[in-house]
């Protein structure tokens, strides 16, 4: 993590953490899970915690206080992880997701509800229009946390390999950010993108996993060699940079 850090740091903006591939080794992952947090905002990143949490009242406030707020201990109180924003499932509404909003508006953090997910089967239950649903509970849920940008702390995830889904998620949800998965390895191409960014050429986070750590591995940059799988991944990201920027 820290060389991949090191090699991109100045090319992006952020970096996206998924929870559950440190998580599978205990105590000891989520440790080294902090350790990259720290790292990568000692680099000035905005850390998006890929976690999907959702759950009701207490449990769900614990999560939103635990990832984007301070927790009480006694009459003092403590950052935890620390990230900036998180990733939030809607499946149980209002409940689940104001706990997260309140904790964004009082330490000025954000979360991404998932709206249209990247996965090939999000249409068994996606694709029946609730995902136009969820973007307008998005919409709702943000407009009294909307900053000087202009958007709200309130943002969306849409994926890239649904791009018929995104520019209709973009009209339904102009002040959010929209956090795009699936760009590279799972298909999702540059053309695809244009309509997830509003007219400003903003508004929207493009997210790529194993097309940049697992770069070395691709045959296109197979020449730099695994020892220098650090020098692929920055290349994967100028690559990448100058794929959406022809197209915006």
């Given amino acids: ?120 089967s999000s249409g068994e239950f996606q694709d029946r229009l609730i995902y136009e649903l969820v973007g307008a509970m998005v919409n709702e849920w943000g407009k009294d946390t909307i900053g000087e940008s202009g958007y709200s702390s309130v943002g969306a995830v849409v994926g890239a390999t649904y791009p018929e889904m995104g520019k209709v998620l973009r009209k339904i949800m102009p002040k959010s950010f929209i956090l795009v998965p699936g760009y590279g390895a799972q298909g999702g191409k540059a053309a695809d993108l244009v309509h997830y960014f509003n007219e400003d050429g903003l508004g929207a986070i493009v997210n790529s996993s194993r097309g940049i750590i697992a770069a070395y591995k691709q045959e296109k940059y197979a020449s730099f060699g695994e020892a220098n799988y650090a020098d692929a991944s920055r290349q994967a990201v100028v690559d990448m940079i100058e794929d959406i920027n022809s197209v915006l």
Wanted: with cysteine; glycine share 10%.
């Fill in 1 to 120: 993590n820290k060389g991949i850090v090191d090699a991109v740091h100045d090319l992006i903006p952020a970096v996206k953490p998924q929870i559950a591939m440190y998580e599978q080794f205990g105590i000891e992952g989520l440790k080294v899970f902090q350790k990259t947090i720290d790292y990568c905002k000692s680099k000035d990143l905005v850390v998006i915690a890929d976690i999907k949490r959702g759950d009701i009242g207490s449990t769900s406030a614990a999560y939103a206080v635990g990832h984007l707020g301070k927790v009480a201990v006694g009459s003092k109180t403590y950052s935890v992880f620390g990230e900036d924003f998180a990733t939030v499932n809607p499946y149980l509404g209002t409940d689940g997701i104001k706990p997260f909003v309140d904790v964004c508006k009082e330490e000025k953090k954000g979360i991404f509800v998932l709206v249209k997910t990247s996965n090939p």
